[in-house]
Structure formats: structure tokens, C-alpha cells
């Protein structure tokens, strides 16, 4: 089947878009399976319900894996990232003031991770896609999609006040947590996976440059805090607080005072300088068992969510879309459909290993129990381990940077 990239009205005004592979959402994911796809000469168009301005803005995630970082500069699309990305070869773990470096290099065989926005991401993929002349179709909502175990899936889609369709072969829903993907999977397809974590992340961006060469993260008795960073300049950190904390609630002053105190230790100073956006994630586990369904295949948040803490959300999404061009490739080229049946489990292995990673993380560093308790002084001994054992060192090291098989 060789559906080309045309476009023609129906009788009934509806304007008909033909291509091989339609994608649902111009994020990483969805941005980096056309790129594969086009490379082997397939055809794609993507559709974002949101404005081009919108998603170039949107902050999100900044921890790239290496995996993700070697399969954007395959794609020739690393030039702005390998200038301003931060590589990181360790990272530091704290308890209670007690600091621990975990060296990435030196335990995975050179392997590490690089600080690099997610919106500068997006805008360098989403500029590779129109300069490689792949469609991306802006304010351009899904509406419904039809026809999917038949060989001519079709989505429909609203743009300008117009209604459209796209005839293709494959749907790629790379559309996120709330997009319509999921929702046409049948319901006894698969089954949910929930956790809504007892806590939630108050996150700040400064205008400061950062206090530490890499990433901190500590248990303290009074909660959780991270120091991150987004560029040379930019720091980006956050503190544990409960579900039902509002912004409001905080001031400039109090953060800062609660970041020294939670990220504290001997020798160390918190740089401090002004705040430009505050806001409360809350962490939570989410993922389903299954990832399609006829000619439809989820990708990224759209099947599954993991709670910050391990740096996994974008990552993942990528490893997803990896499988996912690979085993179309190989049925536009060969009629060969073994892979995309197996695209779910090739993908929720590597899917449990990070939700388990993220939820190790989690526990590991937040305050959940009366400090001097069982589950705290377990916590302790889970931390003091990390010291006493270059197995637990290596295990921590090479889920952070990203498994390069599994």
C-alpha cells in the first residue's frame, strides 16, 4: 500500500488527506517517528491540537537518556542540543545531609545524560520535520478515528472550523494522557495500572546560575528536594509538599529557605535569585498492558505515565516510537507484520523497568513515615546501601541513564 501525501474535497466538503502514516501529536514522540519514518522513505503527516507557539513554550521534562540522546543525532537533529546540552556524568544522592555521588561514566561504561529542555527539543525536531517537508498540521484536533481494523484507518480532525479526514495505513496516537488515543482501544483490551502518590512536587524556575554540576536529590526529615537545572543560568528546583499545597501558599522566601534546609549540607551553599514560574505536579504511576489495537499504536503518555523522579517520561516515549518506526519500516519494505505484533511487549518490558525505577526513586526519597520510624529507617538503610555496594551503585547508574537493551 503506497498512500502518497495528497489532498482533495469530497462531495462532502470534507477536505481528504491521504499519507502512509498518520500521527497524533507533535511532541518528541510524535516528532521523532516521522523523522525515522521519512528516513526509509515513508510518508507521515502529524496533526497537534495545540499552536506551533504552544508547543515550543511548553516546559517540560529537561533529563535526556543516552539512548535518546544517540538516536537524535542519528537523526541529524543534535547540532543545537550538543552546543547547549549539559552533560552529566553522575549524579549526587543525599540523606538527611549525608551526600553521595553516583558515578555514571565509570559504572556503565561511559555512558550518561545530557540537561537539554524539552521545548528546545521540540523545536529542533519540529524544525528537522519542515525542513525534511513533513506535514505538521497546527490547531488540528482529532476528533474521532474509524476503520481501524480494516487496511484504510482514517482519522478526522477539526482545523480552522473545517472538518477534515486522513485516509492512511497506520495511526500512530502519540497524543498524550488526555488525547483520543487510548479511548479506542476496546476496554477489555487491556487492563490499568494505577498509583496516586500521597504527595505532590512544588517546582520552581530561577534566574540563577545552578548551585551544584549536576543533579541533587535528598531525603530530609522535613520532605523531598531536587536541585536540577536547565542551562548554565537557569536553575530548576523542587520540594515535596502535600496533594492539596497551592502555590500561594509559598513565598519567593520560604522556598528558598526550605531549599537550603532540604538540600543542606556541610560546605555546601544554595544559590538564590528570582523566581519566574512556580507550580505543583502531582506524581503519580500510570500505565496500560496493552499498546494497539488493528492499525492503531500508542506511544509515550498516551499508554503510560512515570512520576519524575527517575527521568523517565520522555525517554520512554522515544524508546516507544523506536519500536514502533522499526516494525513499520520493516512492513513497508517487507509486508512483514512480526514486529508490529509484538509492539507491545517489546515495549512494556522496557515500560516496567522504569515504572519500578521511578516508584525505587520515589520511595527512596520521599518523607512518607514519622522520621525515626520503621519505613524511615528502612528508607535509611536502603540510602546507606547505595554506599556499601558498587552492585547497587551500577543498578542505580544504568537505569538513570537509560538501559541500552532490555
Known amino acids: 500500500m503506497s498512500l502518497k501525501l495528497t489532498t482533495v474535497i469530497s462531495d462532502l466538503s470534507i477536505m481528504i488527506h491521504q499519507t502512509q502514516v498518520g500521527i497524533i501529536g507533535a511532541g518528541p514522540a510524535g516528532l521523532t517517528l516521522a523523522l ?5 522513505g515513508i510518508d507521515c503527516i502529524i496533526l497537534e491540537n495545540r499552536s506551533r507557539n504552544y508547543v515550543e513554550s511548553r516546559v517540560r521534562a529537561g533529563l535526556l537518556e543516552q539512548n535518546t540522546v544517540d538516536l537524535w543525532r542519528e537523526l541529524g537533529v543534535s547540532e543545537r542540543m550538543d552546543k547547549e546540552g549539559l552533560e552529566h556524568h553522575g549524579v549526587y544522592l543525599s540523606f538527611n545531609g549525608v551526600r553521595k555521588r553516583v558515578a555514571f561514566k565509570e559504572l556503565t561504561g561511559g555512558r550518561c545524560i545530557t540537561i537539554y529542555g524539552q521545548q ?3 523545536k529542533d525536531l519540529i524544525q528537522a520535520n519542515l525542513e525534511r517537508h513533513i506535514p505538521i498540521l497546527f490547531e488540528a484536533e482529532a476528533t474521532h478515528l474509524a476503520g481501524l481494523e480494516t487496511e484504510t484507518p482514517t482519522i478526522f480532525f477539526k482545523q480552522n472550523g473545517e472538518e ?17 488515543g487510548r ?69 519567593d522566601e520560604q522556598i528558598w529557605d526550605e531549599l537550603a534546609i532540604r538540600l543542606g549540607t556541610e560546605g555546601w551553599t544554595l544559590n ?5 514560574e512556580k507550580s505543583i505536579t502531582p506524581m503519580r504511576s500510570f500505565m496500560i498492558d496493552n499498546m494497539q489495537h488493528g492499525r492503531l499504536f500508542l506511544a509515550g503518555d498516551a499508554a503510560h505515565i512515570v512520576p519524575p523522579t527517575g527521568g523517565k517520561g520522555l525517554n520512554l516515549a522515544v524508546a ?6 522499526t516494525a513499520l519500516i520493516q512492513w513497508f519494505e517487507k509486508q512483514e507484520d512480526i514486529l508490529l505484533e509484538s509492539y507491545s511487549q517489546d515495549c512494556l518490558r522496557r515500560i516496567w523497568r522504569a515504572q519500578d525505577f521511578s516508584n525505587f526513586m520515589t520511595y527512596l526519597f520521599h518523607k512518607q513515615a514519622a522520621h525515626g520510624s520503621f519505613e524511615n529507617l528502612l528508607q535509611k538503610s536502603k540510602f546507606d546501601y547505595i554506599g556499601l555496594s558498587k552492585a547497587q551503585e551500577t543498578t542505580i547508574a544504568e537505569n538513570y541513564v537509560g538501559l541500552k537493551t532490555i
Open 120 to 122: 528546545e527539543a521540540v
Open 272 to 276: 538564590r535569585g528570582p523566581i519566574f
Open 36 to 40: 525515522m519514518l521519512q528516513r526509509q
Open 164 to 180: 477534515h479526514r486522513i485516509d492512511c495505513a497506520f495511526v500512530a496516537a502519540c497524543d498524550g494522557y488526555h488525547g483520543i
Open 320 to 325: 516507544d516510537v523506536r519500536f514502533l518506526a
Open 183 to 251: 479511548k479506542h482501544l476496546p476496554k477489555d483490551s487491556y487492563q490499568e495500572f494505577r498509583i496516586e502518590y500521597p504527595f505532590s512536587w512544588l517546582g520552581i524556575l530561577a534566574n540563577v546560575a545552578p548551585s551544584s554540576d549536576e543533579l541533587i536529590y535528598a531525603y530530609h526529615e522535613r520532605g523531598f528536594a531536587l536541585h536540577s537545572l536547565r542551562s548554565e543560568t537557569v536553575s530548576r528546583l523542587y520540594i515535596q509538599v502535600d496533594n492539596e499545597d497551592k502555590v500561594e501558599n509559598w513565598t
